[in-house]
């Protein structure tokens, strides 16, 4: 089983440029440790749906932009 996903990851580091937030930040808000995110960021392994709605919330991406960031096509 493929256990990677498909991330748009300069469009998510722009989200997060953008919001100001500390990843520190970020990844106590999501329970996880700064490795794991970064290997979420990196599309090594999956985001959790409570995750992706935690991120999305935190760094208020639009609708459109999740689906771009969390199934981009290619």
């Known amino acids: ?3 990677t996903q498909h ?3 300069t ?8 919001s100001g937030l500390k990843i520190g930040f ?7 440790s700064r490795q794991s995110f970064d290997m979420k960021r990196k599309g090594n392994t ?5 995750e992706v ?4 919330d935190l760094l208020k991406i639009s ?6 960031i969390f199934c ?3």
């Open 1 to 3: 089983m493929d256990k």
């Open 7 to 9: 991330i748009d990851s």
């Open 11 to 18: 469009l998510l580091e722009n989200y997060i440029e953008k």
């Open 26 to 32: 970020i990844v106590n808000k999501l329970g996880i």
């Open 46 to 50: 999956p985001f959790r749906a409570s």
């Open 53 to 56: 709605y935690v991120v999305c």
């Open 63 to 68: 609708e459109s932009d999740k689906s771009k």
């Open 72 to 74: 981009p096509k290619g």
